[in-house]
């Protein structure tokens, strides 16, 4: 491989939430309150959804030329940037038809949905979401006065989390519900949604005259055999009542950094969500965040993502593998996207008479820093970071082995 996925990143004292934990372990930040890392023990960073890997070249390059002018006025964003996103989404997920107009800047995914919410709803309207649910599409809905209605997906005889349509369409109908968020691919499962999945739960919201807030932020990490395919272009329809949501963030891990963008095609709903987003005077790109997703757009990103998705794919295959030969009464589903697994340990505690709190405590205190997953609906669920060189993957799952689920 050209680029350093192998090498463990020192990133204490770096601005590093992950790493540099101690409040997070006080506070229960993780799940936990009051945690202490047992003596000898070191930091293995597998809760917030960042990774741990040098990010491409090409991004510090942009950065470092544009700090090198001792101005940083008021601006606005270049052809560049536009050019880049249009490319960037032709190359890596087929859109076509797509033009600087149908782009907007967002500080970051949740404050566009909520903004495309405002827009689609009124306060106290119920929002189709799917369940296991990504919480912080929880915080935002409740913080903003909507009410969270959840459809359980379900598990088929081969593992693969489904969409459960007839729920849908129930709780559509029987509670006149007019605005969901899809999450594609899924966070924290990790589907990747086929092409007749997304047509049949997008032909539902047209039966129902329902507007979609599709959160794309994970599509770029897709794991080996599978393909994203954007909501917008499933068909007609879907590209008149969807707002979509995209950032270099978790692709480049650029979180620190703040941007993320929407694609909207219709003028009615564009429009008016732009205006939502003026409103308040809060939605404003930051220059060097403008050059961070020019440099991560460039032909060398392209290459250093492939490079980065070979590499999770390994470290998702031998942690599923090892987790079915060796945690016994742990579940998985392999993921197809993102980096993150989302284990039920539903058996294990039942087996072994302990509780999550438990559970998850005896693995903090060896290091392994994993996250609760019940905040996410997952009654039994941890949800477990794989973004890191495959050597500290190892090192978790051996600890995990040795002092908690065969201790």
Not at 185 to 197: K, L, M, Q, S, Y
Request: proline share 4%; net charge negative.
């Amino acid at each position: 491989m050209k680029y350093d996925f192998t090498t463990l990143m020192d990133r204490r004292g770096r601005d590093a939430l992950a790493v540099d934990v101690d409040a997070a372990l006080k506070t229960g930040m993780l799940g936990i309150q009051g945690v202490e890392i047992r003596e000898g023990f070191s930091v293995i960073p597998m809760w917030i959804a960042d990774m741990n890997f040098a990010t491409v070249p090409t991004i510090q390059e942009h950065i470092i030329e544009r700090v090198k002018h001792p101005a940083f006025g008021y601006f606005r964003p270049t052809a560049d940037y536009f050019n880049a996103i249009i490319r960037w989404q032709e190359n890596r997920h087929g859109v076509t038809g797509l033009q600087p107009e149908h782009i907007g800047y967002e500080n970051g995914v949740l404050g566009g949905v909520v903004s495309a919410l405002n827009v689609m709803c009124s306060r106290g309207d119920k929002v189709l979401l799917h369940s296991p649910t990504y919480i912080g599409f929880s915080h935002s809905l409740e913080d903003n006065g909507y009410q969270a209605v959840h459809t359980e997906l379900k598990l088929d005889e081969e593992g693969v989390w489904r969409m459960d349509f007839e729920d849908m369409e129930e709780k559509l109908r029987s509670q006149k519900i007019h605005a969901a968020i899809l999450c594609s691919p899924h966070n924290p499962t990790g589907r990747v949604w086929e092409r007749w999945e997304l047509e049949r739960a997008m032909e539902l919201f047209r039966k129902y005259d329902v507007y979609v807030v599709s959160d794309e932020i994970w599509s770029d990490l897709i794991l080996s055999g599978h393909q994203h395919i954007p909501t917008q272009m499933v068909s007609k329809d879907a590209r008149q009542r969807t707002v979509a949501l995209y950032a270099p963030s978790k692709t480049f891990n650029l979180a620190g950094l703040v941007g993320s963008y929407h694609i909207i095609y219709n003028d009615w709903l564009r429009h008016r969500v732009e205006r939502e987003e003026r409103n308040p005077h809060y939605n404003s790109m930051n220059v060097l965040s403008m050059h961070a997703l020019i440099g991560a757009y460039q032909p060398e990103g392209y290459r250093w993502l492939d490079e980065l998705c070979q590499v999770l794919t390994e470290n998702v295959d031998f942690a599923c593998r090892y987790i079915a030969e060796r945690f016994q009464g742990v579940r998985v589903s392999h993921p197809q996207a993102t980096y993150m697994l989302f284990l039920d340990c539903a058996e294990w505690c039942a087996a072994h008479g302990k509780t999550m709190d438990e559970l998850e405590r005896a693995g903090m205190e060896v290091g392994v820093l994993w996250q609760d997953g019940r905040a996410f609906r997952g009654p039994h669920a941890i949800r477990m970071n794989l973004a890191l060189p495959k050597s500290q993957v190892e090192e978790a799952l051996h600890r995990l082995d040795q002092y908690v689920f065969n201790a």
